[in-house]
């Protein structure tokens, strides 16, 4: 007869693996909860502890005590699905919220968040479902009335999670506030509730725009900036519309003016009178005037990291406390949307608002907010570098968002002259291509004026404190100096500009067995000589008088570090030579763009470069021809071209200018590739982001453009169109990937118009902050942009109308060339 096998007995598996695969995961659980950095008392510490300890008493059991691995493997099981279900479900909570308070999180976003998940579900869902499998139960009618209820409860279960993410979604939806509307009697030229055009009606019938502009003023300060918060809070269940107002009056002892700000409440039918018969009434002529109209406003609950971290929409949201409000503006200005530290073992990493920062600007830590008790607590706290883990209790309250009040508001400045602009996170919402030319002449201006007398550029500048700092970079410097070559219009500055910054670097240049080298100490980067000399040979081809004495030894170093294979190595060193390791980013493309400069500078020249003792034609074309071939074939495989790319920027530049004299099929292909990769990740209105967002390079509407990626890939593009030109390939897409491009950047910079909290004391307008969220200035964003809009500009500009552009060649036509 057959024996019954008991039914509490577990499926037939070798007791190794029984006792080997729980083992392994008890050891990667424990080892999670003590590496990791959370406090003791959290619940992902107590989750992985609980979930380690099961798989360690089944793994024991499979050992010592075989008639309990059963139950043991089940709890570990049971325990393992909790592991992955509950921070999956916290993260779904947090896609709910913040996709409600973005519109789309985006394609980008979401890719993120499902690969957070990926490793998770590897470590505990295959090993819950094996646990499961192999203690699973005869069939019978309790086990499948069991069955069924184990069925309902998850059902269950599922209906309260899905109730409780459209609770998070409503969670995030502000409540709109009474807006500036109009009878139909009034303003005949606007209706209902288009906010700038009832505005723009109440101006011409209240502020003469002529004797508002042209009236004599004593104002010569005209700089709205406002540290802090306005006294001037949305009030609960109150039917009047809410504006503020930031603007120049009369100082009162007669000299002078003074910074004023306005809080004006009134009917929807009545504000926009009340706004512009105040700035008429209180305001200096030709005052600018900051205005920021009251749309919506959400209290904010408590949530995790996450939420709180992307809770304040850059340039959009604002944020009030019962007494004070810090406007959306306001938050950029005092760069406070980058400060908040989410991961505590990543001390470099800073992205979102700072609850306790914000608390300040409100007023609420002051010792008279908190007491004596608590403001003593929270000075202790600072001064030991606030550590999350040990902040006081009593101190919680400040550390997160809950409570204050997320304020939406549309944003306006009244312009000294008299011109009422929409902002939109602070800049125009559309800039047309018509002001191409003079966003350049603004760039270059303002890469001139951040020239010191030697030569030096400043590296970075707070456009609303005026702090700068001068660190010096030297591919920073000559690449800055490259685009003053290749783009500026002005002859006499573009000349001192260049010289200037040309005969800086070259002090630098030091002996390095036969060659010369630029650098400092006893390392010499490979980068840090190829880069300046790019920009000596565009200055040189550009006429700038430059001493050229040294042109031969620097060509001769970056032939020097040249590899067999075609390749770079990265650097220099005296007493040792030659280091060997990986080509540093942005490096080979440089070389290599440096070395098909002194190729055509030699053809074009061959006596003169003879006399400074350039190598042959011949020899550079070799290394040229080399490090082309290297890059299109071995150092970048075609499988994984499809999959991404890094950095590959200044191969497209250096192909660009090889146009001339060193055509290479393969390194072109390479660029081209390259871009057309990259621009997969320019936002256009198919990505569902905010329309101001539209042409940056980046995920979705939760992450904002960065200007120096975007404007980076304007290059690149820039290039690979020229390219594309010699080809006799199609341009359509890329002339209008290339408008995004443009008109992203040339709505952040800054200009005359949106700079209206700017410092006076250097030159900011023309400049290009980092990204909305981080206003600081610098050089080489600017000049990357400058680049960018320059050579990008020449293939979309409006001078070249549809029907003049030339019409691309067929395939044939194409063959035939």
């Known amino acids: 007869m057959n024996e019954h096998k008991p039914r509490d007995a577990v499926r037939p598996a070798p007791r190794w693996a029984l006792t080997l695969f729980p083992g392994l995961h008890a050891l ?57 279900v509950y921070p999956a479900f916290e993260i779904m909570r947090s896609a709910a919220y913040l996709s409600a308070l973005y519109g789309d999180l985006g394609k980008g976003v979401g890719v993120v968040l499902l690969v957070m998940l990926a490793p998770l579900a590897l470590v505990t869902l295959p090993m819950a479902f094996w646990s499961l499998a192999i203690t699973r139960k005869g069939k019978t009618k309790t086990d499948r009335r069991r069955r069924d209820i184990r069925a309902s409860a998850i059902a269950l279960i599922g209906l309260v999670m899905g109730a409780l993410l459209l609770n998070e979604r409503a969670d995030a939806r502000a409540e709109p506030l009474p807006q500036i509307a109009v009878d139909a009697s009034k303003f005949g030229g606007a209706r209902g509730h288009d906010v700038h055009a009832i505005l723009l009606e109440a101006k011409r019938e209240i502020l003469d725009e002529a004797s508002w502009s042209e009236a004599e003023t004593t104002l010569r300060a005209r700089r709205l900036f406002k540290r802090t918060a306005f006294e001037c809070v949305p009030l609960a269940e109150d039917e009047r519309a809410v504006a503020s107002l930031l603007f120049f009056s009369p100082h009162p002892k007669g000299r002078g003016a003074r910074l004023e700000e306005r809080c004006l409440r009134a009917s929807p ?32 609950e408590r949530k995790n990291a996450i939420v709180e971290t992307f809770a304040i929409r850059p340039g959009v949201d604002g ?79 400040l550390l997160t968002l809950e409570g204050l009040i997320r304020l939406e508001t549309e944003s306006f400045i009244l312009l000294g002259s008299g011109e009422l602009l929409r902002l939109v996170r602070g800049k125009e919402p559309e800039v047309p291509l018509e ?76 002996a390095v067995g036969d060659f010369l080298a630029l650098g400092s100490g006893h390392r010499f980067n490979l980068g840090e000589t190829a880069l300046p000399l790019i920009a000596i040979y565009s200055c040189l081809e550009r006429g700038i008088q430059i001493d050229r004495q040294k042109l031969a030894g620097l060509t001769r170093f970056v032939i020097g570090l040249q590899r067999d294979s075609g390749g770079f190595h990265p650097a220099y060193a005296i007493g040792t030579g030659i280091i060997e390791g990986p080509e540093p980013l942005y490096a080979g493309g440089q070389a290599v763009f440096a070395l098909t400069l002194a190729e055509r500078f030699v053809a074009q020249s ?51 200018a090889s146009l001339t004299h060193h055509r290479n099929e393969d390194y072109e292909r390479f660029c081209l590739d390259y871009v057309r990769f990259k621009s997969r990740l320019v936002l256009d209105r198919a990505s569902r982001v905010a329309p101001e967002l539209i042409g940056g390079h980046s995920f979705g509407n939760l992450i904002v453009p960065s200007n120096t990626p975007t404007a980076g890939l304007g290059e690149a593009l820039a290039a690979a169109m020229a390219i594309k030109e010699a080809r006799g390939e199609d341009l359509a897409r890329d002339k209008a990937t290339m408008r995004l491009i443009l008109g992203y950047l040339l709505r952040q910079q800054w200009t005359p118009r949106n700079c209206f909290a700017c410092t006076t004391q250097r030159t900011v307008i023309g400049g290009f902050s980092e990204a909305i969220t981080i206003p600081e200035v610098r050089i080489d964003y600017t000049q990357h942009a400058w680049a960018a809009l320059g050579h990008g500009g020449k293939f979309v500009s409006p001078s070249f109308s549809e029907g003049n552009e030339r019409v691309p060649a067929s395939g044939a036509e194409r063959k035939a060339r």
């Open 269 to 300: 039918n009545e504000l926009a009178r009340m706004l512009f018969e105040t700035i008429r009434n209180e305001a200096l002529p030709q005052s600018p005037v900051k205005i920021d109209l009251y749309r919506a406003s959400a209290r904010l």
């Open 435 to 510: 002001r191409r030319d003079e966003a350049l002449k603004l760039a270059e201006k303002h890469i001139a004026d951040a020239q010191r007398s030697d030569g030096f550029f400043r590296y970075r500048l707070d456009p609303h404190t005026g702090r700068e700092h001068s660190g010096w970079s030297l591919p920073r410097q000559a690449g800055t100096t490259l685009v003053v070559c290749e783009l500026g219009q002005d002859e006499e500055q573009t000349e001192r500009v260049a010289s200037r910054s040309i005969d800086l670097m070259l002090r630098d240049a030091k």
């Open 28 to 84: 990667i659980f424990l080892w999670g909860a003590a590496v990791l950095p959370y406090r003791a008392a959290s619940s992902v510490f107590i989750l992985l502890m609980l979930v380690g300890c099961a798989h360690l008493v089944a793994a024991l059991s499979a050992s010592f005590a075989e008639r309990f691995v059963r139950r043991a493997l089940r709890f570990a099981a049971f325990f393992s699905i909790a592991a992955f």
């Open 319 to 397: 944020v009030c406390n019962a007494k004070r409000c810090l406007m959306p503006w306001q938050l950029i200005a005092l760069s406070e949307l980058s400060v908040n530290q989410p991961i505590s073992f990543i001390p470099d990493l800073h992205f979102g608002v700072s609850p306790l920062r914000l608390r300040r600007l409100l007023g609420e830590t002051s010792s008279e907010a908190l007491g004596t008790s608590l403001s003593d607590a929270l000075t202790a706290w600072e001064e030991r570098g606030m550590p999350r883990d040990e902040a006081p209790r009593e101190l919680e309250p």
């Open 606 to 656: 061959p006596e003169e470069a003879e006399r400074l003792g350039l190598p042959s034609r011949e020899e550079l074309f070799e290394a040229v021809e080399r490090a082309m071939n290297y890059y299109a074939r071995d150092y970048w495989p075609r499988f994984i071209r499809e999959l991404f790319f890094l950095e590959e920027n200044w191969h497209c530049l250096a192909a660009r």
